[in-house]
């Protein structure tokens, strides 16, 4: 999951940003509201977390034009303990979610977990998939009951194939996923990961279209047919 990060402060954006990478997610980290703008226009995210008192442009506005656009991009926003009315303004701009300062980085990554489900049309905690069930506020995948320990860019790479079963998803946009800014992509990694994936889940659980990229079939319901 790929989420922009727009927090001015270097010590709470620095922190933010190494906990979402342990937890999985691909942070681009912009300081400023422009420099977000552009990541917006440029690039995909699944997620923002959004500071509201922001250099050049405010949180609030920003989060304006983005609703003007019509995005749906799931946003989180964080706000000082004594600003209520800088809270409701995030809030009636758009915003899903918010998180006062200080906050828990735990809470912060099951709430952005829970706006991921449902932005996904997700109402369960868990994704399953014939015996295979993939828990994001716990990071633990099953495979018939049993624990299958995954890394952490494995774990993003299937938990953004069974977000969107029955989607193709291309090499570039499974690395997008995984990356963030600065961070070097090595090459062939995804093709790494899903044999890993494959050799820990079975082979025939991720489908590979030659030449355009990897999809995770829906289950036929065999009482169907
Ligand atoms: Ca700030």
Known sequence: ???LLVEDDALLGDG???GLKQA????DWAQDGQAAKLALETEEYALMVLDLGLPKLSGTELLKWLRGRHSKLPVLILTARDTVSD???GLNAGADDYLIKPFDLDELIARLNA???RSAGQVTQSLQHTDIELTPSTHQVSKNGKIIELSGREFALLHELLLHVGRVKSREQLEQHLYGW?????SNSVEVHIHHLRKKLGAELIRTLRGVGYVIDKQVDTNVL
């Open 1 to 3: 999951m790929r989420v």
């Open 16 to 18: 933010v940003r190494a």
């Open 24 to 27: 999985g997610f691909a942070v």
């Open 87 to 89: 809270r409701v303004a």
């Open 115 to 117: 706006l991921l489900r």
């Open 182 to 186: 600065g961070e070097e992509v090595e």
